[in-house]
């Protein structure tokens, strides 16, 4: 496949990647995109903590530190984590239940458009000078004040992305619903396919809650509306509630691909089959259960009242205990296993203690009237990027080791690997170790500066100090990157030598078919049962060799997403500017039409010939 | 999947909208959606109930005065029937009775569209009685719950309007035929949330 | 159960133990070293859930590092295929109930507490003769500055909340335009201060703040409100109830017509042109004033919240606010007014004082 691709022109390549529908790619596409804007909310990271580097510092000002802290959170979140999260799914859920391509590959690629053009949207506000800067969060009475377009960025943008999650969420959940490979029954999927439908699923309920809010904000804003105008009747509260009761599963739909990227990792490099397979199963469908349950703990102090905080407040301390069954079921993973410390091994027990630390916070933070303490103070910045950072981007950074030469067909450096780790663990421990502390002495968050004189001096340099080395770790994976795209070695079906699931079956990366044959599933981890029973070409197959029907790529889920960014703008300019109104209308026809060409033609998708299979299998030297 | 193959009565499917893994996909996919669109509305209703009659100090505006049941109730039935003709719809889908079914859809989306007229008809009556949508918080939230269900059936017409004329000529397929099985999906969810809109809105704000 | 009591003080002591040696920030603004009821029940709770979560912290590491140390691949032999175990039924009910144990314990006292630290049902009470048992502060936060009335003494102030000791002081909160949220963090939690609703909430002042640093708790915003949220900070002096008693009185004589209207000072005439329309000098009012009530200006331990309580500061803040505050409401006077003026102005403002 790449080595066809190389052949082409630049135009042709470019279109090739405008118009693919091939999960593989769009899984690349997705981690280029999320990559890129990790970078960027990275880059503002490093400067909130070089503005708070020292007491009185005034490096950024006031108002643009806000719309820093405000780019970071919702550049993190929406359109760093999940977009890479999502390119694993893309790239390796459906090889882990034996199919050829997801259920939607038109709306696979509409999704990631909506992502990247949403996220696009976002980031343009940097060049109009109007930035969001109410917190990631939002919060109304603050967001309808807000001068200038910066919220309406946020708003707009936001809607496009999430729109583009919530289409993700349901091809996700199709796919793994009606596109498992014969003999794989719920119970014999792998984990990150597990925990990836169980995030799906929490996608498709929490994020309609968003797209509502995000409107009502917008109707508010922009089109005379009043939800949240308490002048006017509204109320601010409501916005707190649809927020969070979107914002909690969110974290849950983060950090669950992590947890199933981590419950990889540990069989694969310590030789052994997971530790209580059905609890892990039922602890992910519990949790996420119980994190549509815990929203109002984001609320304590809101005034809701001493009965429904103690109702939140032991329903979120409830989810500690699923939590605590993975983390003993990894552990006794490796009890008694062969460990081998590669590099996504070494990721994956720094994550251990890093997430008890962050999951232990939160149940303090559980605790209703502790919380009144440590919510809006630093304590809480701590505890979520010990979640976040310990969770689910030590699970990123691990997923990107382990199968980039799935993806790519060619093995990360696994010493330059390491270094990156070194320097990233160390630099985050060193930078939100500490901020417990700033908590407990009062510090609030997202403030801007501090005096000089509230004991806060030393710890605060500390963190920045720490936030460098993570810096420094991530260049260096920058850097082993390109190198190892330059050298190109290639690697074969099992780089690592010790893959248990589908996708370690198939060649490094996969011919766009995927399978040539579909594999019948004999077990959980199928392929470690087809290696220890001698089956070398490690598939038994469920069907002949025969043609493969496979979907057309197509140009329209691009201008489907344009028609919107367009539309974005003008319903913005709509009122100020001669050009808004007709932008407005205009991107909303682009998107009809596009949608109505999607709909008029009968688009078949095209057949793969047994010859053609035949020709691939000879090439790469039989199915191994 | 061959677009030309030809059915009868006979060789057509039980199920022509689960009948290719394509259609399946469409099937479970649109259902799964239909679960979202839920809490979409679910949120809107409560985000309604709680502001439900609020407004500046001195609003003049409370459910009791504004709402006009007889209207609704027109509304309500034009809704329900149209419901009931897209099940006859799907069952000459079953049965591989093409002109039977683009009939029915056709009357069927001939009563949406009357629904939508007549809905158009309230809002206008009530902006007339200065009940516009910036005037209160009552407000925003009645025509955005309300009209985001017309938007729906807007939506909704457009769709088996493409829908009926694209295919006028194709004829009955297994490709198409889930688009139409999903379409009737869709026009009694709109249903139903408007059933729950008639009771949590109207009744409830002229009764309760 | 009086010995696994005992156990869990023991394990308190430890975790205690821990926490100061890492530090406990500053007696005026940490949460570590409580000055009050709420504050103490907060901290208790603090220490019981690290106490228990440290415990299960210990347990993870220990498997963890065991597990690290005797399984690797360099000591099990690079060709060893482990036994694929499935699973253990017994293990995995030890890890459920266990869990569930420890969150049990945490739990009952977190319900109590939420409980506890949420009961204003005294907060009304009046005694025989009519007149409130407890003193009730009206909290109002603006950008980016706080009000505080004292409902039943008929007084206002701003920024130094002065507040008596052990007793409870009831607190009704609200936000003026956008969101805050009212945090002494040496006192007692925070609670949000919406714009559509007031909430209520008690803390109890059990420490003298004239013993500390500065003389006074320091309070904080704890919810982002704009660009100067950082710096909406304000302070609060804790006094026995006599003291306070004298300064309520004090702050009610200031609403007194002041003396002869000859002997005026320069610097008053200023104030009479430019500040008044924002300002005040008398204590006797309501909430909602434009700007922060200046009666006991000279007592203050700081200008506008944050800035050095000097003659230099406080010229400084006069001719150019939003230099030092942005966005705040305060229009510059630096070229409204002359040095002299300034001089004249910084005189008087130092000299609004009760506290003499």
Redesign the interface.
Known sequence: MSSVAQKKGFGATLWDWMTTVDHKKIGILYLAGGGFFFVLGGIEAMIIRLQLLRPNSDIVSAGLFNEIITMHGTTMIFLAAMPILFGFMNAIMPLQIGARDVAFPFINSLGFWMFFFGGLFLNISWLVGQIPDAGWTSYASLSLVSEGHGIDFYAIGLQIAGGGTLMAGINFLVTIINMRAPGMTYMRMPLFTWTTFVASAMILFAFPPLTVGLFLLTFDRMFGGNFFDHTMGGNTIIWEHIFWIFGHPEVYILILPAFGIFSEIFPIFSRKRLFGYPAMVFATVLIGFLGFMVWAHHMFTVGLGPTANAIFAVATMAIAVPTGVKIFDWLLTIWGGSIKVTTPMLYALGFIPSFVMGGVTGVMQGAAPLDYQLHDSYFIVAHFHYVIVGGVVLGILAATHLWWPKMFGTMLSETLGKVTFWFFFIGFHMTFLIQHWLGFWGMPRRVWTYMDGQGWNTANFISSIGALLMAIGVIVLVINIIITTVKNVRVGNDPWGDGRTLEWAISSPPVHYNFAQTPLVRGLDTYWIEKSEGNESGITPAEPIQDIHMPNGSIIPFFMTLGMFIAGFGAMYRVETSWGLSALIFGLVLTFVSMAVRSLQDDLGYYVKKDEILRDLKRKGGRK | MDLNKKFTPETWPDHPERATLEAKNKFVGFWLFLGGETVLFATLFATYLALKNKGPSGFGFSTQELYQLPLVFVMTMLLLTSSLTSVYAMYHLKNYNFKKMQLWLGITALLGLAFLMLEVYEFVHYVGEGFTFDNSAFSSAFYTLVGTHGFHVAIGLVWITLLIFRNSKRGLNLYNGTKFYTFSLYWHFIDVVWVFIFTVVYLMGVIG | MMKGLKKWRLFSLLAALT?FL??C??EE????LPAGQV?Q??FN??ML??AI?LL??IV??T??VV??VR???SK??ED?????????HT??LV??IV??LL?LL??V???Y???????VTAMGAVDEDGNAENLVVDVTAKLFWWEFEYPELGIVTAQELVVPMDEKVYFNLI?A???H?F?I??V?????T????V??FYLVFEKDSKKLKDGVF?G????????????M?FKVKTMPRAEFDAWAKAMQATGEPSTDVATVSQGEEVFQQSCIGCHATSAVGESGAVGPNLASFGDRNRVAG?MDHTEKDLKDWIKDPQKYK??NQMPEFGSKLSEDELDALTEYLMGLSVEK
């Open positions: 926490v890492a530090g920030g500053q603004l940490s949460t570590l504050g029940d907060q709770l603090l859930s690290s979560m299960v912290i993870v590491v498997i963890y597990a690290l399984f690797r691949r099990v032999g060893h295929v482990p036994e694929q175990v499935e699973g253990s293990l995995e890890w459920t869990p569930i969150i945490l739990a006292p977190t319900v507490y939420t409980y506890k630290l949420g009961d936000a335009d956008i969101k949220s945090w963090p040496a007692g939690g925070k609670i949000d919406n714009v559509e609703n909430n209520k320091y904080k915003c704890a919810e982002l409100c704009g660009p100067s949220h950082a710096l900070d944050f942005p966005s």
